[in-house]
């Protein structure tokens, strides 16, 4: 079974700064596909940004980018240019590709403050 | 594009009643997956349709089932509910097959409180 842990509970920035979230997870297999997603008030789960386990190079989705080491089985997202509207619940969640029944095994989450 | 549609929005039910859960998929969507989020547990998966079929399933009691109609609209039921069953619910719509792995696409949630 797949774990995903998540270490930093909350964590705040500043208006314009950068932030990095921590996501580490535990898995035998060796495909897999990891996400981000990004929760706010309104609840609704959107994605941010995924990332492949076969690709060396890390995605980046405009201002928000990952450091996937697979060896270390670790996948940070750092936000840069933080805004107001990053203020959210940040999701790390883990997908095994290697069937075909597919399902999302989520860490606890970080709540993310932008402050101004 | 109309999104992921969850309804109703809010719900509140007593202990030992029913309860039924809505969600209608993007349009052509053809898997639906169902997620618990509490506070103490986080999100865990309940089960996923595809075209009609239960295809996955979480470790969750059997008093939680769904079913898919053939327009891809998904219900889910909890029977004889229990105060630990309030949670938000979230479904998930994807085509289904590997284009899943692109991402779900979540709706707004279903907030269930059980008195």
């Known amino acids: 079974a797949q774990t995903v842990t998540q270490s930093q509970p909350e964590m705040s920035v500043q208006e314009a700064e950068t932030v990095t979230l921590s996501c580490t997870y535990d898995t035998s297999e060796n495909n897999y596909y990891l996400f981000w997603y990004k929760q706010p008030p309104s609840r609704q789960m959107i994605l941010v940004i995924r990332?492949?386990?076969?690709?060396?190079q890390n995605a980046t989705e405009n201002r928000f980018s990952v450091n996937f080491q697979k060896a270390a089985k670790s996948f940070s997202l750092k936000i840069s240019d933080s805004q107001l509207g990053d203020t959210a619940m940040y999701f790390c969640?883990?997908?095994?590709?290697?069937?075909?029944?597919?399902?999302?095994?989520f860490g606890k989450g970080t709540l993310l403050t932008v402050n101004p | 594009k109309a999104g992921v549609t969850q309804t109703p929005r809010y719900l509140i039910k007593t202990r030992g009643q029913q309860v039924t859960l809505s969600c209608s998929p993007i349009?052509?969507?053809?898997?639906v997956s169902w997620y618990q989020q509490t506070p103490g547990q986080g999100l865990q998966f309940l089960f996923e349709?595809?075209?009609?079929?239960?295809?996955n399933k979480g470790n969750f009691p059997g008093r939680f089932s769904g079913r898919q109609f053939s327009n891809s609209r998904s219900e889910m039921n909890v029977s004889t509910l229990e105060l630990g069953d309030s949670a938000l619910y979230l479904c998930?719509?994807?085509?289904?097959?590997?284009?899943?792995?692109?991402?779900?696409?979540f709706g707004s949630g279903t907030r269930l409180t059980v008195v």
């Open positions: 349009s052509g969507h053809r898997s």
């Open positions: 990332q492949e386990a076969y690709k060396q």
């Open positions: 998930a719509s994807s085509p289904g097959g590997i284009s899943t792995l692109y991402g779900y696409t």
């Open positions: 349709y595809f075209s009609e079929t239960q295809r």
């Open positions: 969640a883990f997908m095994f590709s290697g069937g075909s029944n597919y399902k999302l095994t």
